[in-house]
């Protein structure tokens, strides 16, 4: 009985042991994988060349990385090429309605595929049929936004309704049932009814991401909106396990972040000299980087 005794205890003192030893490891690994970083604010700097700030960042021995999106180019539209550079990108459709429900087309070009999402935000509870926009309108704004005709239309309608129908309401995104639409995009026809119908458009971007929206308006009321990606990039440089990426887009928009392990030292203003450098190197004004304003975080946890 003894013997037994002393080998219970034996081995919860090796159980014990390993978990210890367990915790001890997990523990290392998010200490050791922990990161602090620093993310900036992004500012637009005037009269940029892009192509030209890559180049010189290649020259500089910089990691350029060119980033895509989702969307596609809609050929044929002057000004907004003019606008937006020769390598813009649509990325989504909206359209409003006054009655608080709302329509997102968004493109996934890879795919050759569109995703139509219904929004209403007076739904109070379970999304039920009766909570989508009319027949009427949505086979409008279907044959408006795709090459398709109206018996198409409506067959991808009633796609979305037994969706609605059979659905389950707990599932994430029930509330905003949605379609996949493999048809072309009739991207100008959508782009011509905003701009014809509004009497106001309120255009925005962030800095340094490439995200261009316009939202267009008619006495006071939202349309829809119009959103962009530009051609942007990121360009890295790595030193001494600290990395620095400065990101830019077409429009001149500049914004950037630093990181590094968690257990390091990581001062703002060391930061800050590494961008100046970064950005001379690139053609952007030093300066540039005086104006940015930095969010610190000292771990991902």
Not at 109 to 128: I, P, Q, Y
Not at 204 to 210: D, L, N, W
Not at 224 to 247: D, I, K, M, Q
């Amino acid at each position: 009985m003894r013997d037994r005794y002393r080998f219970a205890l034996a081995l919860a003192a090796a159980v014990a042991v390993a978990l210890l030893a367990a915790y001890a490891v997990f523990a290392g690994v998010l200490i050791g994988s922990d990161v602090a970083s620093y993310s900036s604010d992004g500012v637009v700097v005037s009269d940029l060349s892009y192509e030209t700030a890559l180049e010189r960042a290649a020259a500089a021995g910089y990691a350029v990385e060119r980033v895509g999106s989702s969307g596609f180019h809609p050929e044929g539209i002057a000004e907004l090429d003019d606008e937006l550079g020769p390598g813009y990108e649509a990325f989504r459709v909206t359209f409003d309605r006054s009655d608080a429900k709302r329509l997102w087309a968004t493109f996934y070009a890879d795919e050759g595929a569109t995703v139509v999402t219904l929004f209403a935000d007076d739904v109070r509870g379970e999304f039920t049929v009766g909570d989508l926009p009319p027949d009427e309108w949505l086979v409008d704004r279907l044959t408006l936004l795709f090459e398709m005709d109206d018996a198409t239309a409506e067959r991808y309608v009633a796609e979305l309704k037994t969706d609605v129908r059979t659905g389950d309401p707990e599932e994430p995104g029930a509330g905003a049932p949605s379609v996949r639409i493999d048809e072309p995009v009739a991207f100008r026809a959508a782009y011509d009814d905003l701009t014809t119908r509004a009497t106001a458009v309120n255009a925005t971007s962030e800095p340094g991401s490439g995200w261009h929206v316009r939202e267009y308006y008619a006495d006071g009321e939202r349309l829809g909106s119009a959103e962009f990606v530009l051609p942007r990039a990121t360009v890295t440089h790595e030193a001494n396990g600290y990395a620095y990426r400065v990101h830019l887009d077409y429009h001149g928009g500049v914004a950037v972040d630093a990181r590094t392990r968690a257990s390091r030292s990581f001062e703002e203003a060391d930061v800050r000299a590494v961008v100046k450098t970064m950005f001379e190197a690139m053609g952007i004004p030093p300066e540039t980087a005086d104006h940015l304003r930095f969010e610190y975080r000292g771990s991902v946890w």
